[in-house]
């Protein structure tokens, strides 16, 4: 990938010599503007996924049921691996322009678009917020019920508990969580693909159609350097994730 990236093929001869001119091809453009789109579509969902997976998460440790537990991650587990292809049509049949609820509830009149970077986040959400509550999990199931005890004995109110203690505590394993999730989202290629197209900028669909030959031919070089873009962000996303985890493990532990 980084040899490729790194060469421009005369498209006369065919040989290769070595240039930078994938890689500044790949940073600026429309090319720049798809990875920036990648990059916001991933931190919005990446928060939201992991407020909303962590409340769903923390109102399944404190439920009386014990059932319930076994229960939301079974489905969690099998959401989470809903994605790609099957999860856009899924949506399209329900949000699309004639989907079921898009015509019950007329949604159609407010302005709401299936195909838009909103449609994608709600698509993303579907298996992102599952994902993190199993992350999660684990995580609040170390917060120990005698931390909370000595804080009630001290006079401590439920919110200072929280303030002061459960989520330094758990600042580790969340930052970690909503690093896992924003490396999920920014690889995620195949729902985005059949739902939105080109329409809506991200780089792994220009990816796709630089290696496809759909825009210009001979592009498969610059789509490595994309790629490269990629693999640095994700280098970065896991320079940032492990040592989260490690201080995660040695808290809850």
Do not use: K
């Not at 001869?13 to 790949?26: M, P």
């Not at 989907?99 to 302005?111: E, P």
């Not at 609040?140 to 303030?163: F, H, I, K, V």
Request: proline share 4%; charged share 5%; hydrophobic share 50%.
């Amino acid at each position: 990938m980084v040899y490729g990236a790194f060469t421009v093929v005369d498209s006369a001869t065919g040989d290769g010599r070595f240039s930078t001119e994938n890689v500044s091809g790949s940073l600026s453009g429309a090319y720049a503007t798809g990875l920036t789109g990648s990059v916001e579509l991933s931190l919005v969902t990446a928060l939201l996924a992991t407020v909303i997976g962590t409340l769903i998460a923390q109102a399944v440790v404190s439920s009386p049921r014990p059932g319930l537990r076994g229960v939301v991650v079974s489905a969690g587990g099998v959401l989470a691996n809903f994605s790609g292809a099957p999860l856009a049509f899924a949506f399209i049949a329900t949000l699309g322009t004639t989907g079921t609820v898009t015509q019950l509830f007329h949604l159609d009149r407010t302005g709401f678009s299936l195909y838009s970077f909103t449609g994608l986040v709600l698509a993303y959400l579907y298996f992102m917020v599952p994902l993190m509550v199993v992350t999660v999990l684990p995580a609040l199931d170390g917060l120990r019920s005698q931390w909370q005890e000595a804080a009630a004995s001290c006079g401590a109110t439920r919110g200072q508990y929280w303030r002061h203690v459960g989520i330094p505590v758990l600042t580790p394993s969340l930052l970690g969580g909503a690093v896992l999730m924003f490396g999920t989202a920014f690889a995620s290629h195949a729902t985005a693909a059949v739902m939105v197209g080109s329409s809506q900028p991200l780089i792994t669909i220009q990816i796709a159609n630089a290696l496809n030959g759909n825009v210009l031919v001979g592009q498969e070089n610059l789509a490595l350097a994309m790629s490269l873009n990629m693999v640095v962000i994700a280098l970065l996303v896991m320079a940032v994730q492990i040592p989260l985890q490690r201080r995660s493990t040695r808290w809850l532990g």
